[in-house]
Protein backbone atom coordinates (compact mmCIF):
# COMPACT_ATOMS: atom_id res chain seq x y z
CA UNK A 1 0.00 0.00 0.00
CA UNK A 2 1.24 3.31 -0.96
CA UNK A 3 1.04 6.29 2.29
CA UNK A 4 1.68 10.12 2.00
CA UNK A 5 3.58 11.60 5.03
CA UNK A 6 2.75 15.27 5.23
CA UNK A 7 4.79 16.01 8.60
CA UNK A 8 4.14 20.21 8.65
CA UNK A 9 0.47 20.23 9.72
CA UNK A 10 1.08 24.10 9.79
CA UNK A 11 3.79 26.75 8.65
CA UNK A 12 3.85 30.80 8.19
CA UNK A 13 5.59 32.60 6.77
CA UNK A 14 6.61 36.24 5.78
CA UNK A 15 5.30 37.88 2.06
CA UNK A 16 8.10 37.33 -0.33
CA UNK A 17 9.87 34.78 1.81
CA UNK A 18 10.31 31.73 0.67
CA UNK A 19 9.08 28.38 2.00
CA UNK A 20 9.81 24.88 1.95
CA UNK A 21 6.51 22.27 2.35
CA UNK A 22 8.21 18.32 3.42
CA UNK A 23 6.93 15.18 1.72
CA UNK A 24 7.65 11.94 1.91
CA UNK A 25 5.62 8.75 0.73
CA UNK A 26 6.16 5.19 0.55
CA UNK A 27 6.04 2.47 -2.07
CA UNK A 28 7.78 -0.28 -3.90
CA UNK A 29 6.75 0.92 -7.18
CA UNK A 30 9.52 2.04 -9.22
CA UNK A 31 7.04 3.96 -11.73
CA UNK A 32 4.99 6.69 -10.40
CA UNK A 33 3.87 10.74 -10.31
CA UNK A 34 3.65 12.81 -7.47
CA UNK A 35 1.72 16.33 -6.97
CA UNK A 36 1.73 18.79 -5.43
CA UNK A 37 -2.13 20.33 -4.80
CA UNK A 38 -3.23 23.84 -3.36
CA UNK A 39 -6.58 24.44 -1.40
CA UNK A 40 -6.89 27.94 -0.77
CA UNK A 41 -10.34 29.11 1.39
CA UNK A 42 -12.29 28.65 -1.66
CA UNK A 43 -11.95 25.11 -1.49
CA UNK A 44 -11.11 24.09 -5.08
CA UNK A 45 -8.34 22.18 -5.48
CA UNK A 46 -5.93 23.49 -7.88
CA UNK A 47 -2.91 21.65 -9.27
CA UNK A 48 0.24 23.05 -8.50
CA UNK A 49 3.11 20.94 -10.29
CA UNK A 50 3.57 17.27 -11.28
CA UNK A 51 6.70 15.25 -11.35
CA UNK A 52 7.46 12.02 -13.02
CA UNK A 53 9.23 9.69 -11.14
CA UNK A 54 11.92 8.36 -13.79
CA UNK A 55 12.78 12.09 -14.53
CA UNK A 56 16.11 13.40 -12.15
CA UNK A 57 15.13 16.52 -12.85
CA UNK A 58 13.14 18.52 -10.78
CA UNK A 59 9.69 20.32 -11.85
CA UNK A 60 9.20 23.98 -12.17
CA UNK A 61 6.39 26.54 -12.29
CA UNK A 62 7.06 30.13 -12.09
CA UNK A 63 7.39 30.33 -8.29
CA UNK A 64 7.06 26.99 -8.01
CA UNK A 65 9.65 24.29 -7.51
CA UNK A 66 9.89 20.17 -5.92
CA UNK A 67 13.05 18.99 -4.90
CA UNK A 68 12.28 15.51 -5.77
CA UNK A 69 14.84 12.84 -3.76
CA UNK A 70 13.81 9.60 -5.08
CA UNK A 71 15.66 7.35 -3.40
CA UNK A 72 14.58 9.27 -0.13
CA UNK A 73 11.41 9.41 -1.31
CA UNK A 74 11.31 12.66 -0.69
CA UNK A 75 8.99 15.62 -2.37
CA UNK A 76 9.39 18.69 -1.41
CA UNK A 77 7.60 21.60 -2.50
CA UNK A 78 10.03 25.24 -2.36
CA UNK A 79 7.66 28.32 -2.84
CA UNK A 80 9.45 31.23 -3.77
CA UNK A 81 9.02 34.89 -2.74
CA UNK A 82 5.52 34.00 -1.27
CA UNK A 83 2.58 36.12 -2.16
CA UNK A 84 -0.90 36.56 -0.01
CA UNK A 85 -2.61 34.89 -2.58
CA UNK A 86 -0.58 31.60 -1.58
CA UNK A 87 -2.29 31.03 1.47
CA UNK A 88 -3.71 27.65 1.15
CA UNK A 89 -3.40 24.62 2.40
CA UNK A 90 -0.85 22.16 0.07
CA UNK A 91 -1.55 18.57 -0.51
CA UNK A 92 0.85 16.09 -1.84
CA UNK A 93 -0.04 13.56 -3.85
CA UNK A 94 0.90 10.24 -5.26
CA UNK A 95 -0.08 8.19 -7.91
CA UNK A 96 1.48 5.12 -9.61
CA UNK A 97 1.51 4.35 -13.13
CA UNK A 98 -0.38 1.08 -14.40
CA UNK A 99 -2.06 1.44 -11.38
CA UNK A 100 -5.33 1.79 -10.07
CA UNK A 101 -5.53 5.46 -11.27
CA UNK A 102 -5.83 6.44 -7.46
CA UNK A 103 -4.33 9.62 -5.96
CA UNK A 104 -3.24 9.23 -2.28
CA UNK A 105 -3.18 11.93 -0.81
CA UNK A 106 -0.74 13.22 2.22
CA UNK A 107 -2.89 15.22 5.31
CA UNK A 108 -2.29 18.25 3.94
CA UNK A 109 -0.07 21.41 5.32
CA UNK A 110 -1.87 24.40 5.83
CA UNK A 111 0.11 27.72 4.92
CA UNK A 112 -0.87 31.24 5.76
CA UNK A 113 1.38 33.97 4.44
CA UNK A 114 1.36 37.35 6.51
CA UNK A 115 1.49 40.75 5.29
CA UNK B 1 -13.51 24.93 -20.83
CA UNK B 2 -15.63 25.42 -18.09
CA UNK B 3 -13.73 23.08 -15.84
CA UNK B 4 -15.40 20.34 -13.85
CA UNK B 5 -18.75 21.76 -12.68
CA UNK B 6 -20.54 20.39 -9.49
CA UNK B 7 -23.49 20.96 -7.79
CA UNK B 8 -25.40 21.59 -5.40
CA UNK B 9 -22.49 23.66 -4.04
CA UNK B 10 -23.91 23.28 -0.42
CA UNK B 11 -26.35 20.92 0.67
CA UNK B 12 -28.30 20.84 4.13
CA UNK B 13 -30.51 17.76 4.80
CA UNK B 14 -32.24 15.69 7.61
CA UNK B 15 -31.08 12.09 8.24
CA UNK B 16 -32.20 9.73 6.46
CA UNK B 17 -33.18 11.31 3.64
CA UNK B 18 -32.05 10.82 -0.35
CA UNK B 19 -29.08 13.07 -1.43
CA UNK B 20 -28.14 13.41 -4.90
CA UNK B 21 -24.70 15.09 -5.94
CA UNK B 22 -23.87 15.88 -9.74
CA UNK B 23 -20.84 16.29 -11.83
CA UNK B 24 -20.15 17.70 -15.30
CA UNK B 25 -16.43 16.46 -16.05
CA UNK B 26 -14.79 18.24 -18.55
CA UNK B 27 -15.67 17.56 -22.45
CA UNK B 28 -13.27 14.86 -23.95
CA UNK B 29 -11.96 13.65 -20.41
CA UNK B 30 -12.64 9.72 -20.16
CA UNK B 31 -12.05 9.70 -16.34
CA UNK B 32 -13.99 10.82 -13.79
CA UNK B 33 -13.56 10.57 -9.97
CA UNK B 34 -15.53 10.84 -6.95
CA UNK B 35 -13.31 11.70 -3.76
CA UNK B 36 -14.74 12.37 -0.28
CA UNK B 37 -12.46 15.02 1.91
CA UNK B 38 -12.95 14.98 5.90
CA UNK B 39 -11.05 16.30 8.85
CA UNK B 40 -10.94 13.06 10.29
CA UNK B 41 -10.24 10.85 7.12
CA UNK B 42 -8.63 13.41 4.68
CA UNK B 43 -9.50 12.93 1.19
CA UNK B 44 -10.43 9.60 -0.11
CA UNK B 45 -11.25 8.28 -3.23
CA UNK B 46 -14.84 7.06 -3.29
CA UNK B 47 -15.41 5.42 -6.75
CA UNK B 48 -14.21 5.93 -10.61
CA UNK B 49 -15.24 5.76 -13.86
CA UNK B 50 -13.71 4.94 -17.14
CA UNK B 51 -15.77 5.52 -20.24
CA UNK B 52 -18.83 5.71 -18.05
CA UNK B 53 -18.02 2.48 -16.85
CA UNK B 54 -17.51 2.43 -12.79
CA UNK B 55 -14.06 0.91 -12.45
CA UNK B 56 -12.72 0.89 -9.17
CA UNK B 57 -15.70 1.18 -6.14
CA UNK B 58 -13.72 0.22 -3.25
CA UNK B 59 -13.76 2.79 -1.39
CA UNK B 60 -17.84 3.34 -1.35
CA UNK B 61 -18.01 3.24 2.57
CA UNK B 62 -21.49 0.99 2.44
CA UNK B 63 -24.34 0.05 0.12
CA UNK B 64 -25.93 3.50 0.80
CA UNK B 65 -23.44 5.01 -1.43
CA UNK B 66 -24.06 4.69 -4.94
CA UNK B 67 -22.77 6.15 -8.16
CA UNK B 68 -23.72 6.45 -11.97
CA UNK B 69 -21.98 7.96 -15.02
CA UNK B 70 -24.92 7.06 -17.38
CA UNK B 71 -23.02 9.29 -20.59
CA UNK B 72 -19.90 11.29 -20.75
CA UNK B 73 -21.24 13.96 -19.29
CA UNK B 74 -22.85 13.65 -16.37
CA UNK B 75 -22.42 11.28 -13.09
CA UNK B 76 -24.35 11.19 -9.58
CA UNK B 77 -23.52 9.94 -6.39
CA UNK B 78 -26.59 9.34 -4.22
CA UNK B 79 -26.86 8.29 -0.73
CA UNK B 80 -29.66 6.73 0.62
CA UNK B 81 -30.99 7.18 3.63
CA UNK B 82 -28.41 9.68 4.58
CA UNK B 83 -26.49 9.88 8.02
CA UNK B 84 -24.83 12.22 9.73
CA UNK B 85 -21.83 10.79 9.73
CA UNK B 86 -21.68 11.27 6.01
CA UNK B 87 -21.30 14.93 6.25
CA UNK B 88 -18.78 16.28 4.59
CA UNK B 89 -17.29 17.96 0.84
CA UNK B 90 -17.26 15.47 -2.32
CA UNK B 91 -15.35 16.60 -4.85
CA UNK B 92 -15.65 15.15 -8.74
CA UNK B 93 -12.58 15.40 -10.93
CA UNK B 94 -11.82 13.88 -14.30
CA UNK B 95 -8.57 13.53 -16.21
CA UNK B 96 -8.33 12.95 -20.05
CA UNK B 97 -7.08 9.32 -19.44
CA UNK B 98 -5.13 6.93 -16.84
CA UNK B 99 -1.51 6.59 -16.31
CA UNK B 100 -1.11 4.42 -19.30
CA UNK B 101 -2.34 7.34 -21.60
CA UNK B 102 0.55 8.99 -21.73
CA UNK B 103 2.52 11.70 -19.77
CA UNK B 104 0.29 14.77 -18.33
CA UNK B 105 -3.30 12.43 -19.45
CA UNK B 106 -3.38 11.42 -15.95
CA UNK B 107 -3.58 14.65 -14.51
CA UNK B 108 -6.67 15.31 -12.41
CA UNK B 109 -8.93 18.22 -12.74
CA UNK B 110 -11.30 19.06 -9.82
CA UNK B 111 -14.81 20.12 -9.42
CA UNK B 112 -15.51 23.04 -6.75
CA UNK B 113 -17.08 20.38 -4.52
CA UNK B 114 -20.09 20.05 -2.79
CA UNK B 115 -20.35 20.68 0.66
CA UNK B 116 -23.19 17.98 2.61
CA UNK B 117 -24.55 18.98 5.79
CA UNK B 118 -26.94 15.77 7.43
CA UNK B 119 -28.33 16.79 10.31
Known amino acids: AQTVTQSQPEMSVQEAETVTLSCTYD???????LFWYKQPPSRQMILVIR??????QNATENRFSVNFQKAAKSFSLKISDSQLGDTAMYFC????????????FGTGTRLTIIP | DAGVIQSPRHEVTEMGQEVTLRCKPI?????LFWYRQTMMRGLELLIY????????DSGMPEDRFSAKMPNASFSTLKIQPSEPRDSAVYFC?????????????????FGPGTRLTVL
Open chain 1, 51 to 56: QEAYKQ
Open chain 2, 49 to 56: FNNNVPID
Open chain 1, 93 to 104: AFTVVFGNEKLT
Open chain 1, 27 to 33: TSESNYY
Open chain 2, 93 to 109: ASSLGGTSGGVGRDTQY
Open chain 2, 27 to 31: SGHDY
